[in-house]
Each structure stands twice: as C-alpha cells, then as structure tokens.
C-alpha cells in the first residue's frame, strides 16, 4: 500500500473563480438561517420577532432572557466549534494526505479531553482560559506522539498506521481519563455531560474565554491555504518550488492544536465533524485548499448546528447530547471512506 | 520441515508453559494473600487445600471475596488475550487487537446498556447481552469490510471506526443515566475485576473453556490464514469459512471477558507478541502461551492497582494501558526496523 493522496485530480473538480466565490456568498446565508433556526427552535419555541426585539430592545422578561443568555450563546458556540473542528480535519487531511485523518480519529480530541479532565482533578474552580491551555497541551501533545508513532510503523506514514496509532492512543487516554473520573467521583458528575460532546449550558463567558485562541486558529488556517495547496500536491514537489516544509507544517499544527483543543474545552470532544466536512466539501469545490479551508469553516458551522438543532428536537422536551448525533452522521461515511479512497 | 522446527521448539514451549503456570500460580496465591487485611501465603495456601489455619476467618475471606475476584482476572486475561491472538492471525495485523479494532466496543456498549438502562437484570445475562454486543458489531465490521472478499486491511480500519461510534454511544449512555448507576459503568468500563463473586466466575468459566478448547482445535487453521489468502486457497483452506468461524470465537472470548471484567485494554495485544518472542512463530504454540501470559498480566495488574495507592484501588484496566501503550510503541519501532 502506498501514501494516499486526498486531493481529486486536478482540474476536473476545481470550480471557476466566480462561482466559487458565489457558492460562499450562499454558504454563508444557509450558515445565517440556520442560526436563526438554531436560536427560535428548542424545549420552548421563539418567534423570530422576539429574538429581534431581545437584541434591539431588551425588556428582561423570561423569553428575552432565554435568548441572550441560553439560545444565541449556545447557536454561536454550536457555530464556531463546527467550523473549528470542520478546519482542523482539512488541514489534518492536507497534512497527512490522509482521508481519514481527523481530530477525532487521530486521537487529538481525546488528548484534549485527558489534559482537562486532569486540570479539573488537579486545580478546581478556575476559569476555562485555565483549562483551555491544557487541552492545548494535550491536543498538541498527542497530535506529535501520534504523528511520531505513525511513522514509525512498517512502511511510514500510511493510512492505516495513522489510524492504528490514533485508535490506540485514544484507547490509552481513555483509560487513563476513566482511572482519574473513579478516582474522584466529584469531577465525575461535573464533567460527564460534557465528556459525551454537549452544547447545552454553554454561555457567553466560556466562549469569548476562548475566543482569542479560535481566532488566531482560524488566522493561521486561512493564511495556510496557499502552501497547504502547494504540499498536497507531495512534499517533494512542495520543496522543489521553493516551500519551506517544515514552517508550514508546525504552523498547520498549531492551528490544529488552537482549533480542536478550544473546541474540545467548550463542547467535548464531537467527533466525525472534521472527518466529513472536508470530504463534502472537496467534492464540491475541488483539491485547491485557499477554497477548501473557508467553505469547511461554514460547512461545519451548517452542520453542527444542523446536529445540535436536532439532538434538542428529538427527545423534546429533554435533549440528547450532541455527541450522539454526529456518529450517526459521520459512521457511514468512516466506512465509505474506509471502503473506497483506501486500497 | 516445519514438522522437525515444530519438535525442535517444542521442548522450549513446554518449559516456558510450565514456568507461565507457575508464575500465575504465585501471581494468584499472591493477589488472594493481600487485601483489607494480610494473609500469609502459606495460610491461603493451606485454606484451598481445605486444611484449617490459626484463624477461622480466613477461610471466608478467602474463599469468598478473594478468590472469586482473582479467578475473574485469570479468566478474563486468558480470553482476552486468545482473542487477541485470533484477531492478529486473522487480519495479519500485529496492532490488531479487539480493544481497537472494536469488538471490545461492541461489548462494552451493549453490557453498558444494559447496566445502566436495565438496572435489574441479574448478573449472569451481562455476558449474553456483551457477547451479543461483540457479534453484532463483529458481523457488521466483516459485512461493510467485505468488497468480494473480507481484506485483513479493511477489516481493520472498518473496525476502528465502529469503535469509534461504540465509544461515542456508550459515552452518551453513561452521561443520561442515572449518576450511581453511571459511575458503577464507570469503573466497569475501566476494566476492573472489584467485587467480583462466585456468580461471575460460574458464568464466564464455559465460555472460556469451551471457546478456549475449540481455537485450539482449529488452531492449525490460522497458520494457514496467517501465510496469507491466496496461499491459504493454494493449500486448500476455505480462506472466508476458516476466517470467519475463528472471528465468532475470538468474539466469544472477547465478549465474555468484557462483560465479566469490562474493559481491559491492551491484553489482547501484548500477550501474542510476548508469547511469539518467546516460543517462536506456529500458532499452535502461540496461543496456549497467550492464554497463560493474559491471565498472569491480568492477575498482577490487578495486584498492582490495589498496591499502588492503596487504601484507593486503581482498575486493573488502567494498569495495563499504562504498560501496554509503551509496548505498542515499542512494537511499532520493532515492525520498522524489520
């Protein structure tokens, strides 16, 4: 088995200039209305004219408040992990020329959630721009090991090496995630809801906390594209016109790093959201990543909201959490993946 | 030929069996001589024998608390660890072990389920409803892996995503449920062999028995697999049928051991490799040696996690992820040096 390479060929899948551009233009009004959707949907249901008037004139009755401090918090969250998650899997993909990297698979998520789960065993009560440096650690911690252990294996960096070492370092992290939760009961209760992926009792705070790091993420993603491009056409090509490897590729990871560990802080680890996206959105638009990157930050924006509009509407009025949502999405497409793009 | 290499090792299969036997046999005397209280080992020894000892109530909390829980371990490592070696002959993969390639998943997720939403129902269905769990998920990996013909390739990454999604449900479960039925999966899914009675050691003893004979029955068949299928074809194996009768046994074995002892990672990956560095490379003597190094792992990670920060007690899962991932990476670097 040979390296897998992601891209299409080129050419045949790559859309013209203006159509690329108008594609966007609609990306992001189905990103708009399915915002709208996400904040008037819910255990209660909110008329659009109410959520106009709590963010123009707010008058502190009960629905206005659900708006500002529970629906828009939890839309705009539901938003930006999405399209973090979506961003870090395509350039995960780009990286690796791998289709089944993602920060899911790959063990990152996992990472993420390990170091947090420690930082709330060892220091409680902090803020999450506290915790958040952990996952960063964690994220950034795992992504190396298992990029290193990856490559160990027979034959280099191969598809299912990437894969074996992810699954086994997300079982390890597991384990060691579970030995901390028994140990303290306490932390167990606290965090368990988050542990599955969950959007629900996020407020504003926890977000603008990670804020900052998200968007120096998204900065370094965007600003990649071009080289990312470059090197997905293979390191060897990407050396001979003059592309210093090594800088994209740490710059890449630290925006992976920014992107899944902040989204892992806030909402758990969501897993198959940076497997798809980048997929669905390769197909429409072709294997040149200054266009992949920006339609999967909306793509997975879509998405996520779309899945956690969903796990509210299900049980209504109870919800499930998030995180089952998106295997249902994201298994049969693992296993299309799995079936068709590795030989 | 390979007859005269299998007579030549087998004078060394047969002392390192016996030297295996006798490490479980301490690893066990061991484990049951230490707890809330000591007990000198010649005392448990003696207790088993049926012999009376200076103090009466060492025959109870020996027979009765410590003996069950160390039997559990020992069974537990030895299925878990034949699992392993059948699914690692089965796909030709030394990473493939039923903690990644989700049978484990498919266990852990139907036992949680039942744990959690069916509070009532008694112990001894648990393995029914992990063993169920573990086939489904097994039948589905081969059905989607299969593209005219199972790959050992696929089968291994279609695994790795179901248990992707096992882990992802079971995580959900454990979050609705009830908080006290909740942590109980908890330190279930950890891998931990606390509290175990007489009741679990009764069920799980058939399954490991009866599917433990049976591989090594059939186990000529995976040498055959192992050489790789259009070999195996040439040599007139039914290459699907051999496979697939071995993978519902690795399935059994897997299921009732997650279902008795939840979760123990990484046993079913290192005891083959430890087994294969020590006897050699023919199944035949592979396996027995697993079983014996799965048990023994088993046992003394749970000893450890009871010593290390004592009076709290660490699941033996945890114990042996911690060992066994720097073996996977070990592994790993050995495969490439090849």
Redo the contacts between chains.
Sequence with gaps: ?TRQSVQTSRGDGTRSRPSLWMGLGIGAIALLLCLVASTIYGATDISLREVYEALTAFDGSTEHLIIQTIRLPRSFIALLVGSALAVAGALMQGLTRNP?ASP??LGINAGAAFAIVTATFLFSDRALSFYVWFAFLGAGLTAISVYL?GS???GGLT???L??????????L???T??I???N?RT??DI??W????LAGRDLTLLLQVLPYLCVGFLLAFALGKPLATLSLGEDVAKGLGQSVVWVKGLAALSIVLLAGSSVAIAGPI??IGLIVPHIVRFGVGSDYRWILPYAAIAGGILLLLADLGSRLVLRPSE??V??I??LL??PF??YL??SR?R | MAESRWQRADGRFQRVLLILGAVVLVAMITSVSYGEYAIAPLDVIKTLLGIETANPGDAFAIRTLRLPRTLVAFLAGVGLAMAGTLTQGITR?P??AP???GVNAGASLAAVTVLVLLPNVPFSVLPFAAFGGALGVSLLIYL??W?GGSSP??L???G??????G???T??I???GE?NL??QA??W???SVYGRTWEQVIALFPWIAICGVLALCWVRELNVLHLGDDTARGLGSLVEGQRGFLLLLAVALAGASVATAGTI??VGLMAPHLSRQLVGSTYQAILPTAALMGGAIVVLADLIGRLL?AP?E??C??IT??I??PY??YL??R??E?
Excluded: E, H
């Design positions: 088995m089944l899911g698979i252990l160990l294996g027979r598809p299912l090496n894969t074996i070492a992810g699954a086994a370092f997300t079982a390890f597991a384990s060691l579970q030995g939760l028994i140990v009961q167990f209760d368990r809801f542990l599955a992926g969950s897993g198959f499930l959490p995180g089952f998106t295997p994201g298994a693992f296993i799995a079936r590795i | 993969n990473l493939a903690s990644i390639i989607f892996a593209q390739l696929r291994v990454l279609v790795v995503g179901f248990s992707l999604i882990g992802a449900f995580s959900v454990v979050t609705l908080i909740a942590s908890l330190v899914l950890a891998g990672g990484f920060f709290i660490l699941p899962g945890i992820a911690i066994g991932a996977f990476l790993l670097i495969d490439r090849r």
